[in-house]
């Protein structure tokens, strides 16, 4: 069964910094396409990025040239660095392999 767990979640100031890790169980990793979603209160959940498994990346405008998504194989993980957090990155950060999703870290950008 795959299971995935994030971390690394909090709280942060505008202009701060966070990295998000999530640890893949169950099947094997390198082969999957890992992506990073969120969801604020009361708004959809949304992609965020993604890492393929030959480690091509993609990323949602509103967090290119800030956010940069990696992976590492023999780890089982897939990590977000997140780089001049804004209030409005609040939210719920969820990690996803396939139609599996982990349970969420909350990320909050406050003052």
């Known amino acids: 069964q795959v299971q995935l767990v994030e971390s690394g979640g909090g709280l942060v100031q505008p202009g701060g910094s966070l990295r998000l890790s999530c640890v893949a169980s169950?099947?094997?990793?390198?082969?999957?396409?890992m992506g990073w979603y969120r969801q604020a209160p009361g708004k959809q959940r949304e992609l965020v990025a993604y890492i393929t498994s030959s480690g091509s990346t993609n990323y949602a405008d509103y967090v290119k040239g800030r956010f940069n998504i990696s992976r590492d194989n023999a780890k089982s993980t897939v990590y977000l660095q997140m780089n001049s957090l804004k209030p409005e990155d609040t939210a719920v950060y969820y990690c996803?392999?396939?139609?599996?999703w982990g349970q969420g870290t909350q990320v909050t950008v406050s003052s």
């Open positions: 169950g099947r094997i990793f390198s082969i999957y396409r």
């Open positions: 996803k392999q396939s139609e599996y």
